[in-house]
């Protein structure tokens, strides 16, 4: 299994200078199976140069397929999608599998951008076949080489969090989550006041659901100096994503939905601390950044982690990077 992050900013797309070691694009991750079958994880601005790299293979010859999770519907998380090549061109096909909102299907919500007060392309020029599978939280479904579980988040509208196995290893990814014991937020969790039964069921879920994850991609956006007022924002802080790491046991935690005032070196901050709070367990902690690439289970993988090992005893990231980082950042 090989993960890639094309964008990992949260809220809205940032272009300033000091954004850019991290990176400004909003959310979209991509996981490819060791036989080669795609899933795409949200359709933020990141999506641009995914579907620039997908273009150069079979999906720029219409002969593409893959499947798109989507995490939810806020802006953040959809707004690239206009722009991702591979939808318009025919012969390639697309499944996505979303649960919606609460009123609203996925195709009406993707075809909304598409109106033309917002859009000047129709949604009719997206010429791949586009098709759809709705669930609810909770589902497990098979898509071709993924075993995917789904959970609600703790977030406005639904947001799922979604678990992914394929060739032996597990990568989850909850990109918008509340502090659980702060707030109760998303339609049907009951909230918005925080309730210790709810609580207890709810980190149990989430922390099941993650359960000795390879690698768990979580939501920090905030510092806690940072949360007063903000709870019901729907975010978490490093530790909130180090608590539900500790509970469900998993191999590495990567930060992720940075805050877009956050420049590099706030967001540098933020891997330090992490680091240091984690010192006393058994998993490593990175912070997502635009080209960031793990291949979990692979030769690659193997190789690149005895190569670490024999540096600093990291593990399993691709040091093959497309931009410069400062090397204790990145692994
Ligand atoms: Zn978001
Ligand atoms: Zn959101």
New binding site residues.
């Given amino acids: 299994m090989e993960l890639k992050i094309y964008g990992c900013r949260?809220?809205y797309p940032m272009a300033r200078r000091d954004v850019l070691s991290y990176g400004g694009n909003?959310?979209c991750i991509h996981i490819r199976s060791a036989s080669g079958q795609d899933i795409i994880i949200d359709g933020?601005s990141g999506i641009r140069s995914l579907g620039e790299e997908m273009m150069r293979r079979e999906f720029g010859l219409g002969k593409g397929e893959a499947h798109v999770l989507v995490?939810?519907t806020?802006w953040?998380?959809i707004l690239g999608y206009p722009f991702f090549d591979p939808l318009y061109q025919e012969g390639n096909r697309f499944v996505f599998v979303s649960a919606g909102q609460t009123d609203a299907h996925i195709k009406d919500i993707l075809s909304g951008q598409h109106d033309d007060i917002h859009f000047p392309v129709p949604f009719a020029d997206l010429r791949a076949d586009m098709d759809y599978k709705a669930f609810k939280p909770g589902e497990v479904f098979q898509i071709g080489d993924f075993r995917v579980e789904t959970v609600q988040l703790n977030?406005p509208g639904i947001t799922v969090g979604y678990r992914i196995e394929a060739d032996g290893r597990v990568a989850t990814v909850y990109?918008?989550n509340a502090r659980v014991r702060k707030v109760r937020l998303g339609d049907g969790q009951g909230g918005p006041e925080p309730d210790p039964v709810f609580t207890k069921v709810f980190l149990d879920r989430l922390s099941r659901t993650a359960r000795e994850s390879d690698i768990f991609i979580h939501?920090s956006?905030f510092f806690e100096h940072e949360m007063m007022g903000r709870y019901h924002w729907?975010?978490s802080t490093v530790e909130d994503a180090l608590e539900l790491a500790v509970l469900a046991e998993v191999k590495r935690l990567v930060l992720f939905?940075h805050a877009p005032e956050h420049s590099d070196t706030v967001v540098d901050e933020k891997l330090f601390l992490a680091r240091d709070l984690s010192r006393e367990f058994d998993f490593k902690v990175d912070c997502a950044f635009e080209g960031l690439t793990y291949k979990v289970g692979e030769a690659e993988g193997e190789r690149a982690r005895a190569r670490a090992g024999e540096r600093d005893g990291d593990e399993e990231v691709d040091l093959k990077l497309n931009h410069k980082r400062r090397p204790e950042v990145s692994s």
């Fill in positions: 949260g809220s909003s959310t933020g995490g939810h806020h953040d998380h977030h990109t918008d939501d956006h729907g975010h939905h």
